[in-house]
């Protein structure tokens, strides 16, 4: 790995995958292609942007003409698709751009790989490419459908997606899948459990909480609050996505998760005893459709065949992810004016 493209750099979960491989070094040059919609947030990269390493690129992954630009440019060879509209109740009020950047965007990236990487694209029985080079889609465990009250997902489960959202991840896995077994594209898939820490958009449960509780605003609970997520501090998910960069069998999949199963009830109630509040303030709203019971992944594979585990105790990680929110109210009193505001007005007060 020389010269990385990372996609969604300036989301969530990508920013900290940027900071961590910053962190880490080993490479020339890492480029984070975003195309800034609403949760995409430079603020999340200030610190890095005049790292010599670091390259931001604002652009689309459906834009075909600037992926091969950029492949050629800084001669990519690994890419790391962070990139997807990712909220469920976004995609149930507007799946077609779910569709359109998850599975669209994702075949056009893939498409640019295989031109830029392919030793003789103009063959299409030719399965050699470049050594070294790497494509790997992050996806999420909720591509697998939900759990009853036992059993865990592994990567062989069927996948029995229940949202927009989650039908057009699956879609893309598929794709990805189909490059692979078609192609030959050196490929892995990585499905990550609840993520949670530092940057998080605040349409998200835990954001959200903290920011409503701070305030002392009511916190709207879907339905009973008990369903249930394994939650995965987003520097151990970005950990073992560098872990798979590094030791992933090309065509594998590798679920990753936190080994840590709870009810998003007591994610409220936890916050709120962190923060002094009383659990008065927890407001139940009527159930979202199609809202999945519980979800819990098993990652005996990557531990065992990679090496990797969680770091992060939810205990620890919990307490550390509060304080960050804490300690950065103007990242958060930036994030929440304007179309966010709309948004949480769409979602949550007229039900």
Not at 114 to 122: E, M, Q
Not at 203 to 209: A, D, Q, R, S
Not at 260 to 270: C, F, M, R, S, T
């Amino acid at each position: 790995m020389r010269n990385l493209l990372v996609t969604g750099g300036a989301g969530f979960i990508g920013s900290n995958f940027v900071h961590l491989m910053l962190e880490r070094g080993g490479f020339e040059r890492l480029v984070n292609l975003d195309a800034l919609t609403y949760a995409g947030n430079l603020d999340n990269l200030s610190d890095v942007q005049d790292d010599e390493r670091y390259v931001f690129v604002k652009g689309d992954i459906r834009d075909a003409d600037l992926l091969d630009e950029l492949f050629a440019r800084y001669d990519i060879d690994t890419v790391v698709n962070f990139a997807a509209e990712s909220h469920v109740d976004r995609s149930i009020t507007e799946p077609l751009i779910f569709l359109s950047t998850n599975v669209v965007g994702t075949q056009t990236l893939l498409e640019a790989a295989k031109h830029a990487w392919k030793l003789n694209p103009a063959d299409k029985y030719s399965r050699e490419y470049r050594p070294g080079v790497k494509y790997l889609q992050v996806s999420t465990d909720e591509v697998y459908g939900a759990l009853g009250k036992t059993g865990m997902f592994t990567e062989t489960t069927p996948l029995a997606p229940n949202s927009p959202y989650s039908a057009s991840k699956a879609s893309a896995d598929l794709m990805v899948r189909a490059y692979h077994n078609t192609f030959g594209l050196p490929c892995n898939i990585t499905r990550c459990s609840n993520n949670y820490g530092p940057y998080q958009f605040p349409e998200k449960l835990i954001p959200l909480m903290i920011h409503n509780a701070e305030a002392g605003e009511s916190l709207p609970v879907y339905g009973d609050g008990m369903q249930v997520r394994d939650w995965l501090h987003v520097r151990d998910h970005c950990s073992a996505i560098a872990t798979v960069l590094e030791k992933g069998v090309d065509g594998e999949v590798y679920n990753i998760g936190g080994n840590n199963e709870k009810a998003n009830l007591y994610i409220v109630q936890l916050i709120l005893k962190t923060l002094g509040k009383g659990e008065e303030l927890i407001r139940h709203v009527k159930d979202r459709p199609g809202h999945d019971r519980r979800y819990a992944i098993d990652n005996t594979k990557i531990t065992t065949q990679l090496g990797w585990s969680p770091a992060y105790t939810f205990e620890q990680g919990m307490a550390e992810t509060i304080e960050w929110y804490q300690t950065h109210r103007a990242w958060m009193e930036k994030i929440i004016s304007g179309e966010y505001q709309n948004y949480y007005q769409d979602m949550y007060q007229n039900v």
